[in-house]
């Protein structure tokens, strides 16, 4: 021990050391604690060896330090010091991408509703403090957070007395601020992005600004949906990607929007992939809408993502295992992080930049096999009109749709996976890490994420030199064929509003393939394949093609029809009708025509005429008869049945965004 007090300094690097080693190695060996599912037998072994190893560079610093082997104590304590920083390093590693997939799980069961008191640009009021005693308009829908609790509980925790006004849309109380009719409304926090894409609201980030904005946690309705003991990822499982769309950067203030949806089904056992993008128009039951009214799928996204799933799942028959919401401004930032994405673009397009800008910001897309940067790749992603006033006639003269877009998000979703096989640096994957823990969110628990490491452990072990993930994952598109329809949404919006009203044939065809991938139905054995050497083979869309009966029946108009046939009309359909006026022919109808009649219970039809029964006696009394209650006749009586529309091979929407509906 004199030569230990002789020695002060040896023998204060020799305690440094051996702190750093044990500190090191314990903080590694919890970090990869975490890795649950991941090379388990590896991570034992290595733990164990480690906490061996340590033990004999202590007993050794020991027993050096007290006999003084100067030259051997040294190589010891630069091998502590070697070890212990090498596992603090890798430590610290592992423990950041497990808390980034740990913030991008989201297993708590609660969705954050956010709702903004918004005014005109030009009232001199610039916070909540400063506002008059003006009315303040909120939606009459009792069960919206956003539009009707959340404005509810600003008003009584700030003591406002300001008397509230009730409006049954988003759009009537923005028109009503519009036309100076009320000076303060309660929207949706992101109403900028819900609304700036709608012809005539355009501008309305411009004419508008936000004094005061409360979120609110809710925890979810569907008590079943427990993800927390949701089946590992080694089993087949299906996983909806929700696109968000927000003017802030992450993902905790953006709303998801229903026009931007891909359900997969994925097989790890066979590693075959089955994809669908929903259009945004399809006509189908919403989940949480009283009675689950049909309505435009766009629409349940404001209520959520349960709302979402549960709408997919009712009517596609399958169940979704997995959700994964991604902020378009994040798809910028991988892709660029990625060094961007080779895609064929078939046609030269312009598209606004990721914070919907135009003039200067446009982005400009060439024909062609090329690399995209984010924004272009996020522009292709999200095309669906040519845009010819916003660009020259270079970058519109070509066709797009909803269907379309939905092929080029597939084709960026497939780009980028090509991208991840071949990450080789750690800055990358830093990056990377940023990226997604800022721009993504699922319901997966933490576990379960690390879990798909083995699958694609074994996604790369069987690839066999293959470059295109198209090949390796077997990936089968699938497509929901449907027709045009223009439906007055009666009970939502009272608008006419364009849809997509699609073939239950098509949407059985879909579920099916889903089924199969998954395990749940057994797979048709194809035996006979025919071919032709001079024509290029095309892999099946299942679904595109398969049409079948229109079970879509529209109230028809009944002006100027007899109240005879009305009554019969009604009579065979299960609506209940009231008349008023005389007993002429129809003037006028309380629901419009164009209406789903599975939505309409009763109606109220205003005949001309008196009381008394009119009879005509030829033709030329009949347009007298029709002159004077001041309409025109009918030419022919509707038949009773839904009115033909005649479908195009893929429907071009031209119609605006709509407005919110409430359930």
């Given at each position: 021990?004199?030569?230990?007090?002789?020695?002060?300094?040896?023998?204060?690097?020799?305690?440094?050391?051996?702190?750093?080693?044990?500190?090191?190695?314990?903080?590694?060996?919890?970090?990869?604690?975490?890795?649950?599912?991941?090379?388990?037998?590896?991570?034992?072994?290595?733990?164990?060896?480690?906490?061996?190893?340590?033990?004999?560079?202590?007993?050794?610093?020991?027993?050096?330090?007290?006999?003084?082997?100067?030259?051997?104590?040294?190589?010891?304590?630069?091998?502590?010091?070697?070890?212990?920083?090498?596992?603090?390093?890798?430590?610290?590693?592992?423990?950041?991408?497990?808390?980034?997939?740990?913030?991008?799980?989201?297993?708590?069961?609660?969705?954050?509703?956010?709702?903004?008191?918004?005014?005109?640009?030009?009232?001199?009021?610039?916070?909540?403090?400063?506002?008059?005693?003006?009315?303040?308009?909120?939606?009459?829908?009792?069960?919206?957070?956003?539009?009707?609790?959340?404005?509810?509980?600003?008003?009584?925790?700030?003591?406002?007395?300001?008397?509230?006004?009730?409006?049954?849309?988003?759009?009537?109380?923005?028109?009503?601020?519009?036309?100076?009719?009320?000076?303060?409304?309660?929207?949706?926090?992101?109403?900028?992005?819900?609304?700036?894409?709608?012809?005539?609201?355009?501008?309305?980030?411009?004419?508008?600004?936000?004094?005061?904005?409360?979120?609110?946690?809710?925890?979810?309705?569907?008590?079943?949906?427990?993800?927390?003991?949701?089946?590992?990822?080694?089993?087949?499982?299906?996983?909806?990607?929700?696109?968000?769309?927000?003017?802030?950067?992450?993902?905790?203030?953006?709303?998801?929007?229903?026009?931007?949806?891909?359900?997969?089904?994925?097989?790890?056992?066979?590693l075959s992939t089955t994809i669908l993008s929903i259009p945004r128009d399809s006509y189908v039951p919403i989940a949480c809408f009283s009675g689950q009214r049909k309505n435009k799928i766009t629409h349940a996204a404001w209520q959520g993502e349960e709302c979402m799933m549960d709408t997919i799942e009712n009517f596609l028959d399958v169940k979704i295992d997995y959700y994964v919401k991604i902020n378009f401004a994040g798809v910028v930032q991988l892709v660029d992080t990625l060094g961007g994405v080779e895609i064929d673009v078939p046609y030269n397009l312009c598209e606004q930049n990721s914070k919907r800008q135009w003039g200067n910001n446009t982005i400009y897309i060439e024909k062609g096999l090329q690399t995209l940067n984010g924004?272009?790749?996020?522009?292709?992603?999200?095309?669906?009109?040519?845009?010819?006033?916003?660009?020259?006639?270079?970058?519109?003269?070509?066709?797009?749709?909803?269907?379309?877009?939905?092929?080029?998000?597939?084709?960026?979703?497939?780009?980028?996976?090509?991208?991840?096989?071949?990450?080789?640096?750690?800055?990358?994957?830093?990056?990377?890490?940023?990226?997604?823990?800022?721009?993504?969110?699922?319901?997966?628990?933490?576990?379960?994420?690390?879990?798909?490491?083995?699958?694609?452990?074994?996604?790369?072990?069987?690839?066999?030199?293959?470059?295109?993930?198209?090949?390796?994952?077997?990936?089968?598109?699938?497509?929901?064929?449907?027709?045009?329809?223009?439906?007055?949404?009666?009970?939502?919006?009272?608008?006419?509003?364009?849809?997509?009203?699609?073939?239950?044939?098509?949407?059985?065809?879909?579920?099916?393939?889903?089924?199969?991938?998954?395990?749940?139905?057994?797979?048709?054995?194809?035996?006979?394949?025919?071919?032709?050497?001079?024509?290029?083979?095309?892999?099946?869309?299942?679904?595109?093609?398969?049409?079948?009966?229109?079970?879509?029946?529209?109230?028809?108009?009944?002006?100027?029809?007899?109240?005879?046939?009305?009554?019969?009309?009604?009579?065979?359909?299960?609506?209940?009708?009231?008349?008023?006026?005389?007993?002429?022919?129809?003037?006028?109808?309380?629901?419009?025509?164009?209406?789903?009649?599975?939505?309409?219970?009763?109606?109220?039809?205003?005949?001309?005429?008196?009381?008394?029964?009119?009879?005509?006696?030829?033709?030329?009394?009949?347009?007298?008869?029709?002159?004077?209650?001041?309409?025109?006749?009918?030419?022919?009586?509707?038949?009773?049945?839904?009115?033909?529309?005649?479908?195009?091979?893929?429907?071009?929407?031209?119609?605006?965004?709509?407005?919110?509906?409430?359930?």
């Amino acid at each position: 021990m004199k030569k230990l007090a002789k020695h002060k300094l040896l023998f204060i690097l020799t305690l440094i050391s051996i702190f750093v080693l044990f500190g090191g190695a314990g903080y590694l060996i919890f970090t990869i604690s975490k890795l649950n599912n991941i090379e388990n037998t590896l991570r034992l072994v290595g733990s164990i060896l480690l906490g061996i190893i340590c033990l004999i560079l202590f007993i050794l610093s020991i027993r050096f330090l007290n006999k003084y082997k100067k030259v051997k104590l040294v190589i010891v304590i630069v091998l502590m010091l070697l070890i212990g920083g090498v596992s603090i390093f890798a430590g610290y590693n592992v423990d950041k991408v497990y808390g980034a997939l740990a913030k991008v799980s989201d297993t708590s069961g609660y969705t954050t509703y956010s709702s903004s008191l918004v005014t005109l640009k030009d009232n001199e009021a610039d916070s909540i403090k400063d506002i008059d005693n003006s009315e303040i308009g909120i939606l009459n829908d009792t069960t919206s957070y956003e539009g009707n609790i959340i404005p509810k509980e600003v008003i009584k925790e700030q003591k406002l007395k300001n008397k509230t006004k009730e409006y049954t849309s988003y759009i009537a109380m923005i028109d009503a601020l519009y036309a100076e009719e009320i000076d303060y409304i309660f929207l949706p926090t992101n109403y900028s992005v819900m609304f700036g894409n709608m012809e005539g609201y355009e501008d309305i980030k411009d004419k508008t600004k936000v004094l005061l904005t409360q979120t609110k946690k809710v925890k979810d309705k569907d008590d079943n949906r427990d993800t927390s003991n949701s089946k590992a990822i080694t089993e087949p499982f299906t996983i909806l990607l929700m696109g968000v769309d927000s003017d802030a950067e992450g993902i905790a203030n953006g709303s998801f929007n229903g026009d931007s949806l891909m359900l997969i089904t994925f097989n790890p056992k066979t590693l075959s992939t089955t994809i669908l993008s929903i259009p945004r128009d399809s006509y189908v039951p919403i989940a949480c809408f009283s009675g689950q009214r049909k309505n435009k799928i766009t629409h349940a996204a404001w209520q959520g993502e349960e709302c979402m799933m549960d709408t997919i799942e009712n009517f596609l028959d399958v169940k979704i295992d997995y959700y994964v919401k991604i902020n378009f401004a994040g798809v910028v930032q991988l892709v660029d992080t990625l060094g961007g994405v080779e895609i064929d673009v078939p046609y030269n397009l312009c598209e606004q930049n990721s914070k919907r800008q135009w003039g200067n910001n446009t982005i400009y897309i060439e024909k062609g096999l090329q690399t995209l940067n984010g924004e272009q790749a996020l522009a292709y992603a999200r095309n669906r009109h040519p845009n010819p006033g916003k660009c020259s006639s270079k970058w519109t003269n070509y066709t797009s749709n909803d269907f379309i877009r939905g092929e080029h998000q597939q084709e960026v979703v497939t780009a980028l996976l090509n991208k991840f096989k071949d990450i080789n640096s750690l800055d990358t994957v830093y990056k990377l890490l940023d990226t997604i823990s800022n721009n993504m969110v699922t319901n997966m628990t933490t576990d379960q994420i690390l879990s798909l490491y083995n699958v694609f452990k074994d996604v790369a072990s069987k690839s066999n030199g293959m470059n295109d993930m198209n090949d390796v994952l077997g990936i089968q598109r699938l497509k929901l064929n449907g027709y045009d329809a223009r439906i007055y949404d009666y009970g939502g919006t009272n608008l006419s509003l364009y849809n997509y009203v699609l073939y239950d044939d098509s949407v059985k065809a879909v579920s099916n393939a889903m089924k199969e991938n998954l395990g749940k139905k057994k797979t048709k054995v194809i035996k006979s394949f025919s071919f032709d050497v001079n024509t290029p083979y095309e892999k099946e869309v299942i679904g595109a093609d398969v049409t079948g009966d229109r079970s879509l029946i529209q109230l028809p108009n009944f002006v100027g029809q007899t109240l005879d046939y009305v009554r019969s009309y009604c009579s065979r359909n299960g609506i209940s009708l009231s008349v008023k006026g005389g007993n002429g022919y129809v003037l006028s109808q309380s629901v419009p025509s164009g209406a789903n009649i599975e939505d309409v219970n009763s109606i109220t039809v205003t005949a001309g005429g008196s009381t008394n029964t009119t009879t005509i006696t030829d033709e030329e009394d009949e347009d007298e008869v029709l002159e004077d209650n001041g309409i025109v006749p009918t030419p022919e009586e509707p038949k009773d049945e839904e009115p033909v529309v005649t479908p195009p091979e893929q429907p071009e929407e031209t119609e605006p965004e709509e407005p919110q509906i409430t359930g």
